[in-house]
């Protein structure tokens, strides 16, 4: 379904809902602003992310035996005393966090019902993603499914977070000419990831169904891996009844009061959803459908919970 059906209720600060504008998503920085989740790292302590590297820094770990080559000012020296034997100290080093907004592309995102587009929705959920990220203190990146278009490189606080804005825009105000997919994208995320790294995840429930399964468990190994399914409520629950749309100056009808045609119209718009989120967690991915009428930021609440064990 790629007709294009205009929202019967125009956003503040958007094209009509069909378009996102950079205002309204910078505006988007006060949904966020009040919310402080607390980000845990391996230890359950709020602040920068935690390295598993063993190093110079600011969090002790551990103690271990001496070895030949260990910095003498980092003996322990109440172990030493109470083992007879010199250990030598270790600490958690510091790091800053990447927060790695994915956004599908693909064309039935440029759709909607009810408030405002699919892509619109997108865009808000990408920029509450970014505006959370710059609160934590992560550097914050972006990309899309594209052979020619670079992601948006690393940054941290406002700067960060306007750069990724500006690119949600572009991408989000009409459909890309070139669209590569979700894998492509993918494969973008896997050579900019590090282990520790927050990935949101942006895209219609169909390409994520176009995903192997086995690509999740990996990610989610040494990620924080959240999905949001942008959906319209025509999409999941449709009217019994005739519903017309109009697409490239067509008028095509579709009657959804035939029990035939809606349960083909379930397989192809519902069903997806469900998968989803069925499956997903129990791949360690956090998931929640985000229809254009929601509040952009009622995902956050997935936010904040205990991160994934980096090995």
Same mark, same amino acid.
Do not use: C
């Given at each position: 379904?790629?007709?294009?059906?205009?929202?019967?209720?125009?956003?503040?600060?958007?094209?009509?809902? /069909?378009?996102?504008? !950079?205002? @309204?998503?910078?505006?988007? &920085?006060?949904? %966020?602003?009040?919310?402080?989740?607390?980000?845990?790292?391996? =230890?359950?302590?709020?602040?920068?992310?935690?390295?598993?590297?063993?190093?110079?820094?600011?969090?002790?770990?551990?103690?271990?035996?001496? %070895?030949?080559?260990?910095?003498?000012?980092?003996?322990?020296?109440?172990?030493?005393?109470?083992?007879?034997?010199?250990?030598?100290?270790?600490?958690?080093?510091?790091? @800053?966090?990447?927060?790695? /907004?994915?956004?599908?592309?693909?064309?039935?995102?440029?759709?909607?019902?009810?408030?405002?587009?699919?892509?619109? =929705?997108?865009?808000?959920?990408?920029?509450?993603?970014?505006?959370?990220?710059?609160?934590?203190?992560?550097?914050?990146?972006?990309?899309?499914?594209?052979?020619?278009?670079?992601?948006?490189?690393?940054?941290?606080?406002?700067?960060?977070?306007?750069?990724?804005?500006?690119?949600?825009?572009?991408?989000?105000?009409?459909?890309?000419?070139?669209?590569?997919?979700?894998?492509?994208? !993918?494969? $973008?995320?896997?050579?900019?990831?590090?282990?520790?790294?927050? %990935? %949101?995840?942006?895209?219609?429930?169909?390409?994520?169904?176009? /995903?192997?399964?086995?690509?999740?468990?990996? !990610?989610? =190994?040494?990620?924080?891996?959240?999905?949001?399914?942008?959906?319209?409520?025509? @999409?999941?629950?449709?009217?019994?009844?005739?519903? +017309?749309?109009?697409?490239?100056? $067509?008028?095509?009808? /579709?009657? !959804?009061?035939?029990?035939?045609?809606?349960?083909?119209?379930? &397989? @192809?718009?519902?069903?997806?959803?469900?998968? *989803?989120?069925?499956?997903?967690?129990?791949?360690?991915?956090?998931?929640?459908?985000?229809?254009?009428?929601? +509040?952009?930021?009622?995902?956050?609440?997935?936010?904040?919970?205990?991160? +994934?064990?980096? *090995?």
């Amino acid at each position: 379904m790629d007709g294009r059906a205009v929202p019967a209720k125009p956003v503040s600060g958007s094209d009509n809902g /069909i378009r996102p504008s !950079l205002s @309204e998503l910078v505006a988007l &920085r006060g949904s %966020v602003s009040g919310r402080r989740n607390a980000k845990l790292g391996r =230890q359950g302590v709020t602040g920068h992310s935690l390295s598993p590297l063993r190093g110079r820094g600011m969090e002790y770990a551990e103690s271990r035996d001496y %070895v030949a080559g260990d910095d003498a000012r980092h003996i322990d020296w109440r172990l030493t005393a109470r083992t007879g034997r010199a250990h030598t100290k270790l600490f958690q080093a510091e790091r @800053e966090r990447l927060t790695l /907004i994915v956004a599908d592309t693909a064309p039935s995102l440029y759709f909607g019902t009810r408030v405002r587009f699919k892509s619109v =929705q997108a865009a808000r959920a990408g920029a509450v993603a970014a505006w959370a990220a710059a609160r934590d203190g992560d550097r914050i990146a972006a990309l899309r499914g594209s052979v020619r278009e670079a992601p948006v490189t690393p940054a941290s606080g406002a700067r960060g977070a306007l750069r990724v804005l500006d690119a949600l825009v572009r991408w989000y105000s009409q459909a890309p000419e070139e669209d590569a997919g979700l894998n492509v994208a !993918l494969d $973008h995320a896997q050579r900019l990831l590090r282990p520790g790294s927050r %990935v %949101v995840l942006l895209a219609d429930p169909r390409s994520i169904a176009d /995903i192997p399964e086995r690509r999740w468990p990996a !990610l989610a =190994q040494h990620h924080e891996v959240i999905v949001l399914l942008l959906t319209d409520p025509l @999409e999941t629950a449709p009217p019994k009844s005739a519903v +017309p749309f109009s697409t490239d100056g $067509h008028r095509v009808e /579709i009657d !959804l009061a035939s029990a035939a045609q809606r349960q083909r119209w379930l &397989r @192809e718009f519902a069903a997806p959803v469900e998968a *989803a989120i069925a499956s997903l967690p129990s791949r360690g991915v956090r998931v929640q459908a985000l229809p254009g009428d929601a +509040p952009s930021e009622s995902w956050l609440p997935l936010l904040g919970r205990t991160r +994934p064990m980096v *090995a």
